[in-house]
């Protein structure tokens, strides 16, 4: 006899590595950047009508009319071959690259969550910078890692409070954003990253190094990773992303590093996705051999800096005494804490509802979070709703002033 249903909805047991997430920071994202009647400065999304939409559509069609069979057949675990060489011919520009030591992802965020799954056990320590980028810390905390943020100033992760809290905690790995970093925008100067690099040699700890932004320079400088640094090549795994280049919408990027790992990472990597796209991997692949990227993100990155330009100067006069905000030299992001008795995730709700939107900083820190702070992407928008949102935002941060 069948047993009558419960009059109680039915509910699936959920790993307890997910309790509590039925929703998070990066889903509220899209969610706020797909409303119509909010100017969003949540997510690090790029302006649609700056993507090299023909260069693309070119490639796509040049695949598919050259390579079509291949492109729409399974393909291997590692990435295909022409985006590997692709992938490491950028890289030699700092950092001698063979294509066996790339492997391919859909995009760097998965390559943050193969980097888990092949190097994370329950109960492992990972240090990261405080604050940090969120969706890591998410990545991390899934495979049962503990993450413990390590202080940081404007030129980055302090070097003297990494070493001591590798010598407290004992952690499995570093993950570090050195260039344009998310959430704050800072970099690390040349002599930080050494004095980093020092202490990860010294303790023997390896490093991940995430590197989506590097190349979106407001000056026409660039750094090297600090896996070019004399003896980190072997102990990093460095992990790169076109979608911040090119597009976020293929989900393309990939992972360097070096020895045995490699072969892990692959497995890691067949066993979430099997492969990625190999239509995706070969349009990039040729986009890489036949377009000017370097050219096309000289044209994004002047656009970026006007508009961080625009959104500095309309955010400086309405911050409170004290507050403190960061001038990136590269990027997506800016970050103002301002100060002691604001709560950026209580504001949220009077920001949103005077059609303007930010990420609280809480989200960002590994643990003791800064309940004032707030990143601000300037990015998507132009110069005059830049400026006019923020006139609206600096209202509400003044309705709260205590």
């Known amino acids: 006899m069948t047993t009558p249903p419960s ?3 039915f509910r699936f047991p959920v790993a307890a590595r997910y309790a509590g997430m039925e929703s998070s920071p990066l889903k509220d994202i899209f969610a706020l950047a797909a409303r119509e009647d909010v100017v969003s400065f949540a ?14 559509t070119a490639c796509y069609d040049w695949v598919l009319a050259h390579r079509g069979h291949r492109a729409l057949q399974y393909g291997v675990s590692e990435g295909e071959a022409e985006l ?20 391919v992802t859909s995009g760097s965020q998965e390559g943050l969550f193969v980097v888990a799954q092949a190097l994370l056990e329950p109960g492992d320590v990972v240090l990261v910078e405080s604050p940090t980028y969120l969706a890591a810390v998410q990545a991390f905390s899934v495979h049962g890692a ?40 800072r ?8 004095a980093v690099a020092d202490v990860l040699l010294r303790t023997d700890v390896p490093l991940i190094e995430d590197d989506p932004y590097g190349a979106l320079s407001f000056t026409g400088g660039t750094w090297a990773p600090i896996a070019a640094l004399p003896g980190m090549a072997e102990r990093t795994i460095l992990l790169n992303s076109m979608s911040k280049l090119m597009s976020p919408g293929v989900r393309m ?43 096309h993100v000289a044209r994004v990155s002047a656009v970026y800096r006007e508009r961080r330009d625009a959104m500095s100067a309309a955010i400086a006069p309405v911050l ?24 950026a995730q209580a504001m949220l709700a009077d920001a949103v509802a005077a059609g303007v939107a930010y990420l609280p900083g809480w989200s960002f820190f590994a643990d003791h979070p800064d309940l004032s702070t707030m990143r601000l992407s300037f990015v998507t928008h132009s110069p005059a709703v830049i400026e006019d949102a923020v006139a609206r935002l600096g209202e509400v941060i003044a309705a709260h002033r205590g």
Request: negative net charge; aromatic residues 6%; proline residues 8%.
């Open 84 to 103: 590997r060489e692709q992938a490491a011919r950028r890289l030699c520009r700092d950092l001698p690259t063979d294509a066996s030591q790339i492997r």
């Open 7 to 9: 009059s109680a909805p």
């Open 253 to 295: 990027g990939w992972m360097r590093a070096e020895g045995p790992v490699l072969d892990t990472l692959a497995v890691a990597k067949a066993a979430i996705s099997m492969q990625s796209s190999v239509v995706d991997q070969l349009m990039v692949a040729r986009y890489l051999e036949t377009v000017d990227l370097d050219a």
């Open 320 to 343: 409170p005494a004290g507050a403190h905000v960061t001038r990136p030299e590269g990027g997506m992001f800016l970050w103002a804490a301002l100060g002691e008795g604001y709560d």
């Open 146 to 185: 503990r993450m413990i943020g390590v202080d940081t100033d404007d030129d980055g992760v302090i070097p003297e409070a990494l070493e001591e809290a590798i010598r407290t905690h004992h952690p499995r790995m570093v993950y570090l954003i050195p260039t344009f970093q998310n959430p704050t925008g």
């Open 43 to 56: 997510g690090g999304i790029p302006d649609p009508e700056l993507f090299a939409l023909e260069d693309v």
């Open 187 to 194: 970099t690390m100067p040349v002599e930080r990253r050494q």
